[in-house]
Structure formats: structure tokens, C-alpha cells
């Protein structure tokens, strides 16, 4: 049901990290989601707020901690970017990076989350939002 999407590197002043983006279909619709690390390693599932996606909002966090820092070693973080909000988005037909289409409640952005954890064989996530994406 995921289609794998591209492997990107990032590497900012020292910080070096590879991640993979799939595009996994939830009772919504299709969503990106940029996995970083061992995926043997426990999940930390990550959301954005609003305007943002998972780099622009959680990348300061993790090039802050390098990559020695506990939540690089210890996690494997699975970014979930809004519809329109992954990298090189355009948006989609009814707003561009909006984290809820019209009439669509807050449960339904939990039930994203919901539905990425079962694709990927998740139990036990530990998330981490902000904003909007952390109600």
C-alpha cells in the first residue's frame, strides 16, 4: 500500500543523516512519510504544525542534538508530513499544506497516525507533535 518515494541525504555543518520518504495511504488519502535511522530501534513518530513540515520544524531540534545525541541513537524517527507539506509539495486541491481537508476533525489526523504506525509495523510509538500537530 506504500510506495517508496526517494532517499535523501541531508548534511548541514557537520550533521550528516539519511532517510527514506514512502507515500503510505491512509483512510484519507496518501501521505509522506520520511523515516531516519535504524529501524530496529524503537519508533518516535513525528507531526508538524501548521506551514511547516517535518524538516522546517523538527530539523533545528536534531542538528541542535547531533548526531550523538540520544534521540538519533536510541530512536528510529518517522516523520509525518501533511499532505502538500513534504519536501518539493505543492500543495493539494483543497489548500496547500493544510494539515486537515474541510470538514475533517482532529481524530482524523490521529487516524494518519494511526494508519502509518500499522503500515509500518508500529507498537509501543512514542510521538512527538507541535502545534496543530501535536493535539
Known amino acids: 500500500r506504500a510506495r517508496f ?3 535523501m541525504s541531508i548534511s548541514i555543518s557537520g550533521f550528516e543523516s539519511t532517510s527514506d520518504a514512502y507515500v503510505v495511504e491512509t483512510r484519507y488519502g496518501p501521505i509522506t512519510v520520511t523515516v531516519q535511522g535504524d529501524r530496529s530501534k524503537p ?8 506551514g511547516l ?6 530539523q533545528p531540534l536534531f542538528v541542535c542534538a547531533g548526531t550523538s545525541s ?3 541513537r536510541r530512536f528510529c524517527i518517522y516523520h509525518i508530513d501533511a499532505p502538500g507539506c513534504e ?3 505543492a500543495g493539494v486541491e483543497y489548500a ?3 494539515l486537515l481537508r474541510d470538514g475533517e476533525t482532529l481524530d482524523a489526523l490521529a487516524e494518519r497516525c494511526e494508519d502509518v504506525a ?5 507498537t509501543n510509538v512514542t510521538v512527538l507533535g507541535v502545534g496543530a500537530g501535536a493535539t
Open 96 to 98: 496547500p499544506c493544510a
Open 43 to 50: 519508533p518516535l513518530m513525528t507531526f508538524h504544525d501548521v
Open 53 to 58: 513540515n517535518h524538516r522546517t520544524c523538527f
Open 5 to 7: 518515494k526517494r532517499a
Open 70 to 72: 540520544d534521540l538519533l
Open 87 to 89: 519536501d518539493g509539495g
Open 118 to 122: 500499522t503500515y509500518f509495523g508500529l
